[in-house]
């Protein structure tokens, strides 16, 4: 019988990050079935049905370990998300330990792959002999920006969110500072501090896993391997594009998703959503509301409820009603034009839907490359995190998306929106970016092929994996 290797994964306590991570081992155990992983999130309060749902689905070569939760309470409040996910993945390490010692007392592992913003996981790599996987459920691009963020905080002086001219990271699309991921804007923030510290610990990886395809992101990894011959023995592998496969958590709002959809003509409806957590403030939920209507156009749109931060139902979830919010008499206006989903709709199913012709989105990754695969052209509307940077790929580098315009109080006003909308669902720029976005999606398609990129790529890092026999 073939030796079985095993390995464990850690992410971080995110539905988009473990979700990813999940499809990730799922994808390595069908291509290498001597492969057996462990699943270990650090959790923050009880795991979101959505995360429990898709683990409820997984083969019995994937397991799945919670480590002791972090309280909500607990955490630092008034902060940003990231700042709060580091602080319960920090306290999480003690309980990761016993879960790691415990694992090894009964099947050796050969290798940790850890979620790029849980590598604080990797202080214990050596203590165990492990090899070192970084997953960064993200692009080329971010890894490259996180690569060179240690040098460019020595050789920029002012804060990102104010230097003036574009960011050149070699291989990458010129950048604006208030581009740059949000947690990296000041300099004076703790997020920043911390994301520093993340960014220096890519030292001790023996190898990159990046969400993303080299069809797509060619240039940007070129360079980025090239930069860094010599000086880090890491290797970087494109094992993307890795979309979820698995079941939606929510059946009620499937079906009356699905239903609406079937009625209406294909490529007609513009679907908006912000990604797990994401939220608008009030005035900028009424501008939304009101520049969908004024489009004309269908739309299905995943509601929650105002936060004036962006970030604001990723760690709690939102309890109020949120159709409560909309302008007055939106909903009765709107009634033959568009569904209105609270909190959580089936994301890849919708997408996937013939009815489905754009989507407004927040441009998380995850959406991001779903929209791709499954041939959605997009508007982009990022809120944080890397967001920004990934609405710049999409509409200055891969051209497959159209980025309305914020004033300068940060609002996108309703006329912006509608014009946007309109120039995506009807306008000749549309129609170019369907062609442009189908080709994109073939590219990736090929990718995971037997003889695709991407396969040969997790290939040699399986390879690498079975054959590990402990850092010399
Ligand atoms: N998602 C979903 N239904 C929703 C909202 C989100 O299925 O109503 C899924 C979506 O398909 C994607 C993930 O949640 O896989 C969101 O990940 P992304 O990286 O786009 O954004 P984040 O949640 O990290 O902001």
Same mark, same amino acid.
């Given at each position: 019988?073939?030796?079985?290797?095993?390995?464990?994964?850690?992410?971080?306590?995110?539905?988009?990050?473990?979700?990813?991570?999940?499809?990730?081992?799922?994808?390595?155990?069908?291509?290498?079935?001597?492969?057996?992983?462990?699943?270990?999130?650090?959790?923050?309060?009880?795991?979101?049905?959505?995360?429990?749902?898709?683990?409820?689905?997984?083969?019995?070569?994937?397991?799945?370990?919670?480590?002791?939760?972090?309280?909500?309470?607990?955490?630092?409040?008034?902060?940003?998300?990231?700042?709060?996910?580091?602080?319960?993945?920090?306290?999480?390490?003690?309980?990761?330990? !016993?879960?790691?010692?415990?694992?090894?007392?009964?099947?050796? /592992?050969?290798?940790?792959?850890?979620?790029?913003?849980?590598?604080?996981?990797?202080?214990?790599?050596?203590?165990?002999?492990?090899?070192?996987?970084?997953?960064?459920?993200?692009?080329?691009?971010?890894?490259?920006?996180?690569?060179?963020?240690?040098?460019?905080?020595?050789?920029?002086?002012?804060?990102?969110?104010?230097?003036?001219?574009?960011?050149?990271?070699?291989?990458?699309?010129?950048?604006?500072?208030?581009?740059?991921?949000?947690?990296?804007?000041?300099?004076?923030?703790?997020?920043?501090?911390?994301?520093?510290?993340?960014?220096?610990?890519?030292?001790?990886?023996?190898?990159?896993?990046?969400?993303?395809?080299?069809?797509?992101?060619?240039?940007?990894?070129?360079?980025?391997?090239?930069?860094?011959?010599?000086? !880090?023995?890491?290797?970087?592998?494109?094992?993307?594009?890795?979309?979820?496969?698995?079941?939606?958590?929510?059946?009620?709002?499937?079906?009356?998703?699905?239903? &609406?959809?079937?009625?209406?003509?294909?490529?007609?409806?513009?679907?908006?959503?912000?990604?797990?957590?994401?939220?608008?403030?009030?005035?900028?939920?009424?501008?939304?509301?009101?520049?969908?209507?004024?489009?004309?156009?269908?739309?299905? &749109?995943?509601?929650?409820?105002?936060?004036?931060?962006?970030?604001?139902?990723?760690?709690?979830?939102?309890?109020?009603?949120?159709?409560?919010?909309?302008?007055?008499?939106?909903?009765?206006?709107?009634?033959?034009?568009?569904?209105?989903?609270?909190? &959580?709709?089936?994301?890849?199913?919708?997408?996937?839907?013939?009815?489905?012709?754009?989507?407004?989105?927040?441009?998380?990754?995850?959406?991001?490359?779903?929209?791709?695969?499954?041939?959605?052209?997009?508007?982009? &509307?990022?809120?944080?995190?890397?967001?920004?940077?990934?609405?710049?790929?999409?509409?200055?580098?891969?051209?497959?998306?159209?980025?309305?315009?914020?004033?300068?109080?940060?609002?996108?006003?309703?006329?912006?929106?509608?014009?946007?909308?309109?120039?995506?669902?009807?306008?000749?720029?549309? !129609?170019?970016?369907?062609?442009?976005?189908?080709? /994109?999606?073939?590219?990736?398609?090929?990718?995971?092929?037997?003889?695709?990129?991407?396969?040969?790529?997790?290939?040699?890092?399986?390879?690498?994996?079975? !054959?590990?026999?402990?850092?010399?």
């Amino acid at each position: 019988m073939a030796k079985i290797t095993y390995i464990a994964v850690v992410s971080v306590p995110m539905f988009s990050h473990q979700a990813s991570m999940v499809e990730f081992c799922k994808r390595l155990i069908s291509l290498h079935q001597h492969i057996h992983v462990t699943c270990i999130f650090p959790t923050i309060g009880t795991p979101t049905p959505a995360i429990t749902t898709l683990l409820e689905s997984l083969p019995s070569t994937i397991n799945h370990t919670f480590l002791t939760p972090v309280k909500e309470e607990d955490l630092p409040q008034g902060v940003p998300l990231f700042e709060q996910v580091q602080h319960a993945v920090t306290q999480s390490m003690p309980s990761f330990r !016993n879960v790691l010692r415990s694992l090894c007392s009964t099947s050796p /592992l050969s290798a940790l792959v850890v979620d790029a913003f849980a590598n604080e996981a990797f202080e214990l790599v050596r203590e165990f002999n492990l090899l070192a996987y970084i997953y960064l459920p993200s692009s080329a691009m971010g890894l490259s920006t996180l690569m060179h963020f240690p040098s460019l905080n020595d050789q920029v002086l002012c804060d990102f969110k104010d230097h003036t001219e574009a960011l050149k990271i070699p291989g990458c699309i010129p950048m604006q500072g208030h581009d740059f991921p949000s947690d990296l804007h000041e300099r004076s923030n703790l997020s920043y501090k911390i994301f520093l510290e993340c960014c220096k610990r890519f030292s001790l990886a023996d190898g990159f896993l990046v969400n993303s395809f080299s069809e797509m992101e060619q240039g940007t990894v070129k360079a980025l391997k090239e930069h860094y011959r010599g000086s !880090n023995k890491a290797s970087i592998y494109l094992v993307g594009p890795i979309i979820q496969t698995g079941p939606s958590s929510e059946s009620k709002n499937m079906s009356e998703c699905v239903r &609406w959809l079937e009625k209406q003509r294909p490529n007609s409806v513009l679907y908006v959503s912000f990604g797990s957590g994401g939220t608008l403030p009030q005035k900028q939920l009424d501008e939304l509301a009101l520049g969908l209507e004024l489009s004309g156009q269908k739309f299905l &749109w995943v509601l929650r409820p105002p936060n004036d931060s962006t970030e604001g139902a990723y760690i709690v979830a939102a309890k109020d009603d949120p159709l409560q919010f909309l302008p007055a008499g939106f909903l009765e206006r709107t009634k033959e034009q568009g569904l209105v989903v609270p909190f &959580w709709a089936p994301q890849t199913q919708i997408l996937s839907h013939t009815s489905t012709g754009g989507f407004l989105t927040h441009c998380g990754w995850n959406s991001t490359l779903e929209s791709i695969m499954l041939g959605v052209p997009m508007v982009t &509307w990022p809120l944080f995190a890397e967001q920004r940077m990934n609405a710049v790929l999409l509409t200055e580098g891969l051209h497959v998306a159209l980025r309305p315009k914020f004033n300068e109080k940060g609002v996108v006003e309703r006329e912006e929106i509608a014009q946007v909308i309109k120039g995506l669902m009807l306008g000749e720029k549309g !129609n170019e970016i369907r062609q442009r976005i189908e080709m /994109l999606k073939d590219a990736g398609v090929d990718a995971l092929k037997e003889d695709g990129s991407s396969t040969r790529a997790l290939s040699q890092v399986a390879i690498r994996m079975e !054959n590990f026999q402990g850092h010399a």
